[in-house]
């Protein structure tokens, strides 16, 4: 039976609908006053960033680093220890103060009199023809359609076989923050920076983490110095199983979770986080029915301009970026913003995304901060353009700020090209790497030669940005 509507079965018509209310939440505006709007959400206003995401997690990390500062700070002359930790005001700063009322206070204000153009659903949306979306109120189940839609729907958790076939009890990222207890113990499957963060946190506030990574690195996507130093240190704080994969998973009748390794290794933990990757949403949706198209990885195929291809159609964010991170999501949203109001307008001048020098931030212990090309990268694109790459790794410990901190394995790795100057990549582990890496991502931005960069500026001692000046000093042209 085919899932296609008729016309007169149609609730309502809009000249936009939003799937998603994350970053296609911020696309209404006073342009978009005289618009008829519906924005569709079955889960929290504030999407991923708000609620599981970026928000919460970072100021969970902000508690595990206070403990772990003052566990660290004898290497100071500071001898301290963490007397206890209040799981419960850590979740309370962070969910009943900030974030669950600014989502509470999001949503209300767009079903309020301030937004009379929008009309929000909160039923999951699916589509059932072209610019038609199955969805609901509550349980009134609705029929809506658009003249242009925006589907900004996000991404999910990917599960394992292993773990769903298993049937013990799990924890993804969308979880975990809300656990009633801090456990003593827990098992994290997974490597990438959902993974480092959460083991950060929980091993920061004292839980033994156990992690369990089937390749040889930890943060294996990031250039190959910084992940393997990350490795190194990462495993003086959690009991790192590399190279290995989970063969079974058994809970106990006490709720102990087992796990039995292809190391040959049996762990356990009181929870189990399952943080091995995030995978679009698009295939829940029925999106081939208005036209759009899944590309292999289960994106939503966008051109340049955040088009799908099928009439008044448009995808922005995780849902359909190769890049899954907020602020990505933040400028595309900003594009599909001007582009489809240019449409509705019968503007031609659509503006374009922009991908390049994408900058990324791990807020785990140590902290990294990376844009641009790996070294592996740079040496194929070297190759492949005839040119040549010079490369300069500089220790934190090297700078007056890095000697106070006693610094042992902060690095900054900058990559360039030997002829032009350019900075093609720069990656930074330790103290301050998400802030450090902004400079090199304005260099790169607005084609900044390295070193005009190095002597064309003050650069504050003793602060820890002499790091970067160093290594800019160091490179060889």
């Known amino acids: 039976m085919s899932d296609q509507v008729e016309t007169d079965t149609i609730d309502a018509h809009y000249d936009v609908i939003i799937i998603g209310a994350g970053s296609g939440n911020s696309i209404p505006s006073p342009a978009y006053d005289d618009l008829s709007i519906a924005i569709v959400e079955s889960g929290r206003f504030g999407g991923t960033c708000m609620n599981v ?6 100021m969970f990390v902000l508690a595990a680093d206070a403990a772990q500062n003052a566990r660290e700070a004898s290497r100071l002359g500071v001898h301290a220890t963490v007397d206890s930790i209040d799981w419960k005001q850590i979740q309370d700063r962070v969910f009943t103060q900030r974030v669950d009322a600014i989502a509470d206070g999001g949503e209300a204000y767009r079903r309020g009199d301030e937004t009379p153009n929008i009309t929000v659903y909160d039923q999951h949306g699916s589509f059932v023809g ?22 900004a ?55 033994k983490v ?39 998973l058994e809970e106990k009748s006490d709720g102990r979770i087992i796990a039995k390794l292809s190391d040959g290794t049996t762990i356990e933990g009181d929870e189990l986080l399952v943080a091995t990757g995030r995978t679009p949403n698009g295939d829940q949706m029925n999106v081939a ?3 759009v198209a899944l590309l292999p990885d289960g994106r939503i195929d966008v051109d340049t301009h955040g088009f799908t291809g099928a009439e008044g159609v448009w995808a922005l964010g995780d849902v359909s970026s190769p890049h899954q991170l907020k602020h990505v999501a933040n400028h595309e949203a900003k594009v599909v913003f001007h582009n489809v109001l240019a449409t509705v307008n019968g503007d ?43 490369i300069k790794v500089q220790n934190y410990g090297d700078v007056a700020y890095g000697w106070a901190l006693e610094d042992k394995h902060g690095i900054c790795k900058l990559i360039a090209d030997k002829q032009t100057g350019q900075l093609l990549g720069a990656h930074f582990l330790g103290e301050q790497a998400a802030t450090l890496v902004h ?39």
């Open 210 to 248: 156990h992690l369990v990574n089937r390749s040889s690195r930890l943060l294996r996507k990031h250039d190959a110095d910084i992940s393997s130093r990350f490795t190194e240190v990462a495993s003086t704080n959690w009991d790192v199983h590399p190279e290995t994969l989970v063969e079974s």
């Open 348 to 390: 031609n001048e659509l503006r374009s995304i922009n991908h390049d020098f994408v900058p990324a931030a791990v807020f785990s212990h140590p902290q990294v901060g990376a844009v641009g090309m790996t070294e592996d990268e740079a040496r194929d694109w070297a190759a492949s353009n005839g040119t040549e790459i010079t």
């Open 289 to 291: 029915s208005t036209g």
């Open 53 to 58: 995401g970026c928000i919460p997690t970072k």
């Open 153 to 207: 729907a996000g991404a999910r958790p990917v599960v394992p076989d292993v773990v769903k076939e298993s049937g013990v009890r799990y924890r993804t990222n969308e979880d975990i923050m809300r656990l009633q207890e801090l456990p003593k113990e827990l098992i994290v499957l997974g490597a990438g920076f959902i993974a480092c963060e959460f083991a950060h946190v929980f091993s920061g506030l004292g839980t």
């Open 439 to 477: 400079q090199c991502i304005q260099m790169m931005a607005f084609g900044i030669d390295c070193r005009d960069a190095a002597a064309n500026q003050y650069w504050i001692h003793p602060a820890l940005p002499e790091v970067l000046e160093n290594a800019l000093l160091g490179l060889e042209f």
């Open 130 to 151: 072209p610019r038609t979306i199955r969805t609901g109120q509550g349980s009134a189940e609705k029929v809506i359609s658009g003249d242009q839609v925006i589907i």
